[in-house]
């Protein structure tokens, strides 16, 4: 236990707050662009959420997800982002924009719900979302104990149509087993191995070899975390053709996301 008194009062609030957020729809996703790198078109976005919180303003997922997976509330929560991220794609064509691959985050937590499936299929039936564009991050923190199981979740998950990405590859200690078993399409390049891809031999022995894997398993390999123009030149070196990071955009609101979205598409 920690001692209470060492638990920022920010914490307390938090937790106490966050059932009513999700109930007031005080939460946004935001959407940032996945790119590929060789003529910058757009190729999807990832919803990444946010709280707007009364007192303390945009909250930042790593300050509430642990706590709603810790609480339960991140079943509520995520079906919240589900519903959330298969809307997207009707507000885009509405304003005449072309619909988009959405990526969207499912906490391992939410994935071991006994419920899970029913209601991604629920909320698919309920939005009308085209599965072809929806794709669920699941994190390579998977316990491995629960490899089979998550397995067989992520077959039923591709056979409604939707891709399978394992989020954050590469953080902490990598497990192959995962990789091997896992039914997925894409594997998500963390952040911490692309950063010092461009002065780092080793990092980029490293990277090439992951990516080399990847493709020789079927699996694309999506760049997370790009932020300069060396690190982009490097990863197109290596046959990586897709990134995701601050180089391109940041994560946007849904109405910033229209308008970039728009000037990137010159309406
Ligand atoms: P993630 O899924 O790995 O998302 C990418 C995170 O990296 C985002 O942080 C994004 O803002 C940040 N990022 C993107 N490009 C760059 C870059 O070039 N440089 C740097 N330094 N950072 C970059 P964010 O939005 O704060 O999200 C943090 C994490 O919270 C996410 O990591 C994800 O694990 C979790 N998360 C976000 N939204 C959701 C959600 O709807 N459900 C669940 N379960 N988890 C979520
Ligand atoms: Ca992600
Ligand atoms: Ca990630
Ligand atoms: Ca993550």
């Known amino acids: 236990m920690i001692p209470i008194v060492n638990v920022p009062i920010q914490y307390l609030s938090l937790k106490k707050d966050l059932a009513r957020a999700i109930e007031s729809d005080h ?16 190729a999807g976005i990832e919803g990444l959420v946010r709280w707007n919180h009364p007192n303390y303003g945009v909250v930042p997922p790593s300050s509430f997800i642990p706590i709603a997976e810790e609480n339960g509330l991140i079943v509520q929560l995520g079906l919240w982002v589900m519903r959330e991220g298969c809307m997207a794609n009707h507000r885009f064509t509405a304003l005449g924009l072309p619909p988009l691959p959405v990526s969207i985050n499912i906490s391992p937590i939410q ?27 699941i994190t390579e923190s998977v316990e491995i104990n629960k490899v089979d199981r998550i397995s067989r979740m992520l077959r039923k998950v591709r056979n409604m149509g939707i891709r399978t990405a394992i989020d954050d590859f590469g953080a902490g200690l990598s497990n192959y087993h995962r990789l091997r078993h896992l039914p997925v399409d894409r594997l998500k390049l963390d952040r911490s191995l692309i950063r010092d891809i461009h002065t780092s031999d080793n990092q980029r022995f490293i990277v090439s070899a992951i990516i080399l894997l990847a493709n020789r398993m079927g699996i694309d390999v999506i760049a997370e975390g790009v932020e300069q123009a060396e690190q982009e030149r490097v990863l197109l070196e290596l046959g990586c053709s897709l990134a995701q990071g601050f180089y391109y955009g940041q994560p946007m609101t849904c109405s910033q996301w229209e308008n970039y979205y728009s000037h990137h598409l010159g309406l």
């Open 27 to 42: 939460l946004s996703l935001y959407y940032q662009p996945q790119v590929e790198m060789k003529n910058r078109h757009i």
């Open 111 to 137: 994935l071991n719900s006994p419920a899970f499936l029913d209601d991604l299929h629920r909320i698919i039936q309920e939005t009308g979302v085209d599965t072809q564009l929806l794709e669920l991050e």
